[in-house]
T-cell receptor
Framework: DAMVIQNPRYQVTQFGKPVTLSCSQT?????MYWYQQKSSQAPKLLFH???????NEADTPDNFQSRRPNTSFCFLDIRSPGLGDAAMYLC?????????????FGQGTRLTVV | RKEVEQDPGPFNVPEGATVAFNCTYS??????FFWYRQDCRKEPKLLMS???SGNEDGRFTAQLNRASQYISLLIRDSKLSDSATYLC?????????????FGTGTLLAVQP
């Protein structure tokens, strides 16, 4: 059974139209991450939550916001998508401490901006 | 300098070959290290964790050199199914900071 679930798998949105991507987990992990991955590039960390503490990467555009209403769910909001925001968005979770801090990834949401 | 650096490749090798990937990281305080595999248009999947003593899983051997801030992955007897991008991942932990930092990945293409 999938432990980190992202919805939708594929999302098409119009230029400038707000879009929300969702991620849920059944692992009860305290850390959740959002990564952006463009073609032929490494996943780039946008932000992460440690429990309810939000940590934004310095170079994450203001256009990207996130919400974590509870342990299980995390959302990525793109307020005004541009063509350059087309990418795969990966959600991951991990548990803090020791060798258990490997990350579990969802299958990703592939975002197309038209 | 990038936080995690890898040779992007591509590495084109024949079936049965041995191939080695290298990775360097900039933060000497990094705690944990991993190799992930990513197939085209799929999410990254954990291949193996990397321990200071080195570890082996079948045809795959990972090594960590903390003094040199260097991680390696060795694949023996390459299979066609090994073709993928291999991502070096470093975990930095400190207070509220829990960051998994990815290298750019190394593309491996195993040829018949």
């Amino acid at each position: 059974d999938a432990m980190v679930i992202q919805n939708p798998r594929y999302q098409v949105t119009q230029f400038g139209k707000p879009v929300t991507l969702s991620c849920s987990q059944t692992l009860n992990h305290n850390v959740m991450y959002w990564y952006q991955q463009k073609s032929s590039q490494a996943p780039k960390l946008l932000f992460h939550y440690y429990d309810k503490d939000f940590n934004n990467e310095a170079d994450t555009p203001d256009n990207f916001q996130s919400r974590r209403p509870n342990t299980s769910f995390c959302f990525l909001d793109i307020r005004s998508p541009g063509l350059g925001d087309a990418a795969m968005y990966l959600c991951a979770t991990s548990i803090l401490g020791g060798s258990m801090n490997r990350a579990f990834f969802g299958q990703g949401t592939r975002l197309t901006v038209v | 300098r990038k936080e995690v650096e890898q040779d992007p490749g591509p590495f084109n090798v024949p079936e049965g070959a041995t191939v080695a990937f290298n990775c360097t990281y900039s933060n000497s305080a990094s705690q944990s290290f991993f190799w992930y595999r990513q197939d085209c248009r799929k999410e990254p999947k954990l291949l193996m964790s990397v321990y200071s003593s080195g570890n082996e899983d079948g045809r795959f051997t990972a090594q960590l050199n903390r003094a040199s801030q260097y991680i390696s992955l060795l694949i023996r007897d390459s299979k066609l199914s090994d073709s993928a991008t291999y991502l070096c991942v470093v975990y930095d932990y400190g207070g509220a900071t829990n960051k998994l930092i990815f290298g750019t990945g190394t593309l491996l293409a195993v040829q018949p």
